[in-house]
């Protein structure tokens, strides 16, 4: 069975500089997409980065140089770090593992997701 389970998340201070945690269980990275969404109440969810199956890596043109996404591949946990954090980055954030890219068939597991409330 795949879980995800984000950590990290809570009350922050604008200006925060909070790290965000997807540890995953039931299956390895290789082969798979690693994503991050959000959702921010009353816009559906939204695309944040990703670490391709290919090594590359993607963050939402306009969160470049404030959302970094990173991964253990040890420890099977994908990490978002955020910089400096707005009022408008309150959302709930959720990781997401697509694959296998190298057989079939692929499915898409999400993790519950995690709440992070910015304070200005």
């Known amino acids: 069975q795949v879980q995800l389970v984000e950590s990290g998340g809570g009350l922050v201070q604008a200006g925060g500089s909070p790290r965000l945690s997807c540890t995953i269980s039931?299956?390895?990275?290789?082969?798979?997409?690693l994503n991050w969404y959000r959702q921010i109440p009353g816009n559906g969810s939204a695309f944040v980065a990703m670490?391709?199956?290919?090594?590359?890596?993607y963050i939402k043109d306009f969160l470049k140089g404030q959302f970094t996404i990173s991964k253990d591949d040890g420890e099977n946990t994908m990490y978002l770090d955020v910089d400096h954090l707005k009022p408008e980055d309150t959302a709930k954030y959720l990781c997401?593992?697509?694959?296998?890219?190298?057989?079939?068939?692929?499915?898409?597991?999400w993790g519950r997701g995690i709440q992070v409330t910015v304070a200005s």
């Open positions: 670490i391709g199956h290919n090594g590359g890596r």
């Open positions: 039931g299956i390895t990275f290789a082969g798979h997409d």
């Open positions: 997401n593992v697509y694959g296998p890219y190298d057989g079939p068939p692929r499915r898409s597991h």
